[in-house]
């Protein structure tokens, strides 16, 4: 029911964006967000949006360099990664929360993509 497309290989520096798209009755009035995993790491929050479009929340590590967005109505996350660094290499899964807001902890969200990988090189 979620589709993640985007990532890719890219220089440190450098950008991508992900777009996740959603089935409307799963996810046009819930939060989307997006959380990262690298090998032999646990999964870790990235950003969330709420249902809106409207409040959006991100983990320092990426603050100010990474954008989410999601329009009103819409059922489709995108997450713009700007600056790119080695440690940002992961495997980046869309998730829709079980509510209308985004809460930055894997328990509060019900429906996850298979993910796409984003490897940046040094």
């Known amino acids: 029911q979620l589709q993640a497309f985007g990532g890719g290989l890219v220089q440190a520096g450098g950008s991508l964006t992900l777009s996740c798209s959603a089935s409307?009755?799963?996810?046009?009035?819930?939060?989307m967000a997006w959380f990262r995993q690298a090998p032999g790491k646990e999964r870790e929050f990235v950003a969330a949006?709420?249902?809106?479009?409207?409040?959006?929340s991100y983990a320092d590590s990426v603050k100010g360099r990474f954008t989410i967005s999601k329009q009103y109505g819409a059922s489709t996350v995108y997450l713009q990664m700007n600056s790119l660094k080695h440690e940002d290499t992961a495997v980046y899964l869309c998730?829709?929360?079980?509510?209308?807001?985004?809460?930055?902890?894997?328990?509060?969200?019900?429906?996850w993509g298979q993910g796409t990988q984003v490897t940046v090189s040094s």
């Open positions: 998730a829709v929360s079980r509510g209308s807001s985004g809460p930055s902890y894997p328990g509060g969200y019900s429906y």
């Open positions: 409307r009755r799963t996810s046009s009035n819930n939060g």
């Open positions: 949006v709420n249902w809106n479009g409207g409040t959006a």
